[in-house]
């Protein structure tokens, strides 16, 4: 199994920018699809974006799109997500996630393994 740390939440005004960071350990992290999701107080997890195991192939939800950038770094056994023009909506608790899957999914129960999340709270 892999075990996902995440860090660089944090809090911002709107309209700026941070730059989430997963770390993996335990199997080889390059063997996993990767996705990040958010949760909301009140609210379901959502799906954020996700990226294959290359890295060759990612999707975003239209609520980040063009906003946020998911990148991975196999050698660093570590999950980015960047996230920019960051709004109030942004606010919640954010999760990277591996997946076993061989299709790459938005579906969070298609993932097994996930980090204790980290706090992002955006300030209008």
């Known amino acids: 199994q892999v075990q996902l740390v995440e860090s660089g939440g944090g809090w911002v005004q709107a309209g700026g920018s941070l730059r989430l960071s997963c770390a993996a350990s335990?199997?080889?992290?390059?063997?996993?699809?990767m996705g990040w999701f958010r949760q909301a107080p009140g609210k379901e997890r959502e799906f954020v974006s996700n990226?294959?195991?290359?890295?060759?192939?990612?999707n975003y939800a239209d609520s980040v799109k063009g906003r946020f950038t998911i990148s991975r770094d196999n050698a660093k056994n570590t999950l980015y997500l960047q996230m920019n023009s960051l709004k109030p909506e942004d606010t919640a608790v954010y999760y990277c996630a591996a997946s076993t899957k061989v299709v790459l999914t938005r579906d969070p129960w298609s993932y097994d393994y996930w980090g204790q999340g980290t706090q992002v709270t955006v300030s209008s």
């Open positions: 335990g199997r080889t992290f390059a063997a996993y699809p």
């Open positions: 990226i294959n195991r290359s890295g060759s192939l990612t």
